[in-house]
């Protein structure tokens, strides 16, 4: 029999949610810590998914009884949709209470400026020892989105040199052949790009790239990418900002 | 306290240890005491260059493992009694060089000199991080061609992060442009990068063009550094390099190349 409609489908996506650290099992110094941090930014953390990190409890060997845990975030508004990092114990609590565990695979790459393999971490420092909430980049059509620092260079780029930003990141001398400057926001080129420019980098297709004289290696936004030859030669030394549509990276010059 | 500047490229065969010689000896006959020292070890050419191949007992190696004095080691150049020269070890490899050996060594050669030129190799490992880890300034010697522009500007990104001034957060290094092997003649016809295409990407200081010259090779033949050569024009364009470094104004003679005496007589330029 011929089967002219499909019964279901599965596709790959990235999803972005909170990831929570735990550094202590205080249930109550976290419900308090946990009410302060919505207080900064109530809609963003709106019946918010969030996933448990507790790779900090386990070194500290301390012991989190989890449908307690669980519990206290349900009261609060989070959905707990996962959890990462747990010993076997934890694990079978998880599967007992539904959640997946370990769903969360890391994405990006390291922060490297220059030569220097300073490993800046993505997460925040904690603001108190007991609770972290790590922000990812936040889809802007759902959720109010939390801008991330931009990251602001002056200097040129050179051949080799690598840049991140969890933000946006704008660039007001000349980035060289060889180099790469990553984003997961915007990228802003108030000069010449003539190395690889990857905006988006956590899969924000709404990310786009500005510049005043293209002759990038690479441009890419959430993944989608072009090499130097697609790039019609014409759109040197013109301003112009890329942006992704349906998967194509289309290159419009700013009047 | 001594200057310390480091003669580097990223590319190989650019003029680097040409440059070293030629610089030193410069900086020597205006009257300051110089040190030039080879950090290629293992395949050592300053020494050839300078015409003291024959006198070599101790090298810098020998220093660092405290096998002899820096006084054994150094060699008085002949042609100037202000320069000397400590040359690179030949049989050791280049892990016999330690942070720590050569900063000693830096330090110890900054009482009594007054300009410490470092001779780097090739490439980007231990060696040429070394020659210039502990500078002030870096001549960064380029040819006009793609792939030196490109490790030139590599190695522009290493001085700005691996040296010691870049991690102690000092003011950083006082990087120079020396364009070398620029033929004129080719650049006029569109075969060769000009100035401008190659400041375009690297954006330096210039401190001087030094044209392709036959005199460069019978100067490495006689073991005389090119700048004691009057008549060569790279050995003047060196003349002006140095002069240019010690704070003349001098303007840069050799990026127009030869101009013929009809040419110069109606004033064409191009």
């Known amino acids: 029999m011929l089967n002219t409609s499909p019964i279901l489908e599965f596709k790959s996506s990235t999803f972005f949610s909170p990831i929570l650290i735990l550094y202590t099992n205080d249930l109550v110094a976290i419900e308090h810590t946990l009410h302060e941090k919505i207080n900064l930014a ?214 | 306290m001594a200057r310390i500047i480091v003669v580097t490229s990223g590319k190989g065969g650019v003029g680097k240890t040409t440059t070293s010689a030629a610089i030193a000896m410069g900086l020597a006959k205006k009257g300051h005491k110089t040190a030039v020292i080879d950090f290629d070890v293992g395949l050592r050419n300053l020494d050839l260059i300078l015409g003291c191949e024959r006198r070599v007992v101790y090298d810098f190696i020998n220093v660092i493992n405290g096998e002899a004095s820096l006084n054994q080691a150094l060699i008085r150049d002949k042609n100037c009694n202000l320069l000397y020269i400590l040359p690179a070890s030949q049989t050791r490899d280049k892990d016999a060089l330690t942070h720590e050996g050569v900063g000693k060594v830096l330090d110890e050669l900054s009482k009594d000199f007054q300009y410490i030129v470092c001779d780097s190799p090739a490439g980007i490992e231990k060696g040429a991080n070394l020659a210039l880890y502990f500078a002030d300034d870096a001549f960064v010697v380029t040819n006009p061609e793609i792939s030196s522009v490109r490790d030139s500007d590599r190695m522009l990104g290493i001085l700005s992060s691996k040296s010691r001034r870049a991690e102690r957060n000092e003011e950083p290094i006082k990087e120079y442009l020396l364009l070398t092997r620029y033929d004129a003649d080719r650049v006029r016809l569109g075969e060769m990068l000009s100035l401008e295409d190659v400041q375009e990407i690297l954006s330096l200081e210039l401190l001087g063009i030094i044209p392709e010259s036959k005199s460069v090779l019978s100067a490495s033949n006689a073991g005389i550094p090119v700048i004691l050569d009057e008549k060569s024009e790279a050995g003047q364009a060196y003349a002006d390099v140095v002069a240019r470094y010690l704070g003349e104004t001098l303007p840069h003679r050799f990026i127009d190349g030869k101009q013929g005496f009809l040419r110069r007589l109606f004033g064409g330029r191009k």
């Open chain 1, 42 to 255: 109530p809609d963003f953390f709106k019946d918010s998914p969030l996933i448990i990190d507790l790779r900090e409890l386990n070194k500290l060997n301390l012991d989190l009884d989890f449908a307690q845990i669980t519990q206290l975030l349900k009261r609060i508004g989070f959905f707990p949709v996962g959890i990462r990092g747990g010993n076997e114990q934890q694990n079978k609590q998880a599967r007992a209470l539904s959640l997946p565990i370990d769903t969360v695979r890391e994405l990006g790459n390291p922060i490297i400026i220059g030569e220097a393999q300073k490993q800046e971490s993505i997460q925040q420092p904690p603001a108190q020892p007991e609770v972290a909430i790590v922000k990812e980049s936040v889809q802007p059509a759902a959720i109010p989105p939390v801008p991330a620092a931009s990251v602001l260079v002056t200097q040129p780029i050179r051949s080799g040199q690598r840049i991140y930003s969890s933000g946006d990141l704008i660039i007001l001398s000349q980035v060289s052949a060889g180099a790469e400057i990553m984003a997961e926001g915007n990228i802003h080129v108030y000069n010449t790009l003539r190395g690889r420019a990857l905006a988006g980098v956590h899969g924000n297709t709404a990310a786009r790239i500005f510049c005043f004289d293209l002759q990038a290696e690479l441009i890419s936004i959430a993944g989608d990418y072009k090499t130097s030859e697609d790039l019609n030669k014409q759109t040197y030394n013109n301003p112009v900002q890329v942006y992704l549509q349906n998967h194509a990276l289309i290159i419009k010059e700013i009047a």
